[in-house]
């Protein structure tokens, strides 16, 4: 009775899960009915939607991309009289540093609009659907910090360049009594999201042949990157009139001067207008599908020919051409059905109960489980290996995770990677092909987690690590610095900084430092800095970047201020780990989890000698690789992660490195908030350059990846 009442309670379990993983189904245009200026970014698995709504600027999330969910209000105009309590246009939802902004453009009256600046919002939290506070109004002038010539400014966005922050946005040269004037597009460099850091510069004006009509306008620009390049997509003509239409500015090159309006090359005509049946199209936003592999522009058009502002908001695929160039195509009609974005998983119909039951009863061979089987450090045969999948093909077992096991079991005749063990390996694939049986190999020795003999200490887990001496400034420096730890022989210079001594002696460690920078596997939960010396608080400013007055031999040549200074030299080294439970002759160290070369060199190394065993088999049975428990300890640095650091979080970290080794920089806030920036970067890091490179890796040979979810490694962030 029991184990029938616990059968039925799976089947109604399982007739209640309605999401499935079919790729097949469509959408159509308009993907919302009425609606203006549409932004779409993509965050996390979730697509978020930002617009005006009545009173405010509201977001709405969803998975799905061709689907636009109600808006909650996020941000509530002030009272009447105020700068931006009336005419909100156009808003943009960005996240950098933790943080969500809104760029708005807004006035005090209206109309005419001859009084809009551009705002900017930011969240309290992470959450973008969470509470804002008004950061105020941009300058949007040409000479920095001359508030009373201030111009007029809509459809501000981010533009993101090699760590770089700009605002680009349409203004007008200067301030009108007529919302009748031309627009052009301007450029400014930013301190931080709220705050410019350069007056605006001119790189666009309505010049060309088909930005003509009764009132040229170059207004909503988009940011659109594609490998190296950058482009701005613009909206030209007259948005209430059915020729409005795209065109774009392309970076001449990533090392340009974006300031200069020498640097971008105007397309000679439209990138993307209007047919007889959809009409003024413009303002669009970028993204791509769930799964990465497809770009979409989101865009609105005209409803109706005649002159006015009725619109809706649309949605299609578009490429690149051989140049580099966006290719959007022709709008695609109301009503045509185009594919779902690649990756989207959407509703798909429950079966009944008696289906549920028989599927139970009667499985299919797509519903066969996988087991482990393990070769105990060449303990083989090839009897064996036919006797033990046969064994598995008679009880319905559908694929294998083949792994390599050594760890305290006696060493058998065949030695890993001889080619006797090659030559099993290709009777066991082969085996399994003729029993239908799916296989699957870890992708190294033993099975934790990615590497081998063919490892050098460069391409190892690297960690940072440091030396530190005090010297009286006043005088010129001449010394060598100690030489930091390091394992294996290998070491690389990271920075050699110099701060002011602490009065109150040598620096002692905040609370749980070694868990907040990764050195250590944090077994605690949530942590932030609950202890931590108080008189010993290095001042960002204060930081002297000597890296480049130290030779290759570690030799300092400094002409020092006066005072006490402390000499900070960091580095990285390796970890010195190796890969777990290998055979004998398969241990090595293990690569670097934050480098696509060094997954790449082993990745490599392995398909060398396996690819031409499994490859007459690849399209017989599904052939696949694992990464299999984390087992390796943890990893805080890698060649270039100040690089990286900088292009993802978009500021330098040099001067907060003094951090990592226990020390407060700037404040507690501060020095956790960066301390939780290099943790976010490690944790990507290792998702694309590991993970995410192992799986395009795999798909280039036709094989599947599969990766054991685990919690030791520096993916955690059970931080405060």
Not at 6 to 32: A, K, R
Not at 91 to 98: D, M, N, R, T
Not at 509 to 531: A, P, Y
Request: charged fraction near 25%; aromatic fraction near 12%.
């Amino acid at each position: 009775m029991i184990q029938r009442l616990s059968f039925w309670i799976i089947m109604i379990i399982c007739s209640t899960m309605v999401y499935g993983q079919e790729h097949d189904g469509d959408y159509t245009n308009p993907i919302l009915s009425s609606g203006a200026d549409p932004w779409v970014i993509k965050h996390e698995g979730w697509y978020y939607y930002c617009s005006g709504v009545p009173g405010g600027i509201g977001v709405s999330r969803s998975r799905d991309l061709h689907k636009i969910n109600p808006p909650v209000r996020v941000w509530k105009v002030p009272e009447k009289g105020q700068w931006n309590s009336t005419c909100v246009w156009a808003p943009e939802l960005h996240f950098w540093k933790g943080k969500w902004y809104i760029y708005y453009a807004a006035g005090y009256s209206g109309p005419p609009f001859i009084h809009q600046k551009a705002g900017v919002l930011e969240s309290v939290t992470s959450d973008a659907m969470g509470k804002y506070v008004d950061k105020g109004m941009l300058f949007t002038g040409d000479a920095l910090g001359d508030w009373e010539n201030n111009r007029w400014a809509i459809d501000m966005t981010l533009l993101d360049h090699k760590g770089q922050l700009y605002a680009v946005w349409s203004g007008w040269e200067g301030n009108e009594l007529t919302d009748k004037t031309q627009q052009h597009l301007y450029i400014a460099k930013m301190l931080n999201p709220w705050t410019m850091a350069s007056g605006r510069v001119k790189i666009s004006s309505p010049d060309r042949y088909y930005e003509q009509g009764e009132l040229p306008l170059n207004e909503g620009p988009q940011i659109l990157k594609h490998e190296k390049d950058v482009f701005i997509v613009y909206s030209c003509g007259q948005s209430w009139l059915d020729t409005y239409k795209l065109s774009y500015l392309r970076l001449k090159d990533s090392d340009a001067d974006l300031l200069d309006p020498e640097s971008w090359i105007k397309s000679e005509k439209p990138a993307f207008e209007g047919t007889n049946q959809v009409l003024g199209v413009g303002h669009a936003s970028f993204t791509t599908s769930p799964d990465d592999r497809e770009y979409y522009i989101c865009y609105h058009s005209k409803r109706e020919k005649t002159p006015g502002w009725k619109r809706d908001i649309r949605l299609q695929k578009f490429t690149f051409d051989a140049s580099g160039v966006p290719c959007f195509g022709k709008p695609v009609s109301v009503g045509e059905k185009l594919p779902l974005p690649s990756g989207t998983t959407h509703l798909v119909k429950a079966k009944s109960m008696v289906d549920l039951e028989k599927d139970f009863t009667e499985l299919s061979s797509t519903a066969r489980p996988y087991t482990y089987w393990f070769w105990m450090n060449g303990n083989i045969t090839k009897e064996g290996i036919t006797k033990d999948l046969e064994a598995m093909h008679r009880i319905g077992v559908g694929g294998v995770f083949n792994l390599e096991g050594g760890t305290g079991i006696p060493k058998g005749a065949v030695t890993y990677l001889s080619s006797e063990w090659s030559e099993l390996k290709a009777h066991a694939v082969k085996e399994a092909a003729r029993l239908g049986i799916d296989y699957v190999m870890h992708n190294c020795p033993g099975w934790s987690s990615s590497g081998g003999p063919w490892i050098t200490p460069e391409y190892s887990m690297q960690k940072l690590t440091w030396s530190e001496i005090e010297v009286v400034g006043g005088e010129q420096i001449d010394t060598l610095l100690p030489q930091p730890a390091m394992e294996l022989g290998y070491y690389k210079d990271v920075a050699i900084l110099a701060f002011p001594s602490f009065r109150n002696g040598k620096p002692i460690g905040f609370s749980d430092w070694q868990l907040l920078n990764n050195s250590v596997f944090n077994h605690k939960g949530l942590i932030d800095i609950r202890e931590y010396d108080k008189e010993q608080v290095i001042h960002p400013e204060d930081v002297i970047d000597l890296t480049k007055q130290v030779d290759s031999n570690g030799c300092l040549s400094w002409e020092a201020p006066s005072g006490n200074w402390t000499i900070i030299r960091m580095g990285h080294t390796s970890t010195g780990r190796k890969n777990c439970a290998a055979p004998d002759t398969g241990v090595g160290l293990e690569c670097d989890k934050f480098s696509k070369q060094a997954i790449q060199l082993h990745f490599n190394k392995m398909m060398d000698l396996l690819y031409p065993l499994i490859k007459p088999y690849v399209h017989q049975i599904q052939i696949g690789l694992e990464i299999d428990s984390w087992e390796v300890g943890m990893q805080n640095w890698t060649s270039g992660f100040e690089d990286e650091f900088c292009e993802r979080t978009g500021y330098d970290l040099i001067r907060y490195l003094p951090a990592m080794t226990g020390k407060i920089v700037g404040s507690k806030e501060i020095t956790e908030r960066f301390l939780w920036d290099i943790r976010r970067i490690q944790a990507d890091l290792l998702a694309d350059n590991y993970y995410g490179e192992f799986r395009s890796l795999c798909n280039q040979y036709g094989l599947v990846s599969y990766c054991e979810p685990y919690d030791r490694g520096p993916d955690r962030k059970n931080y405060r």
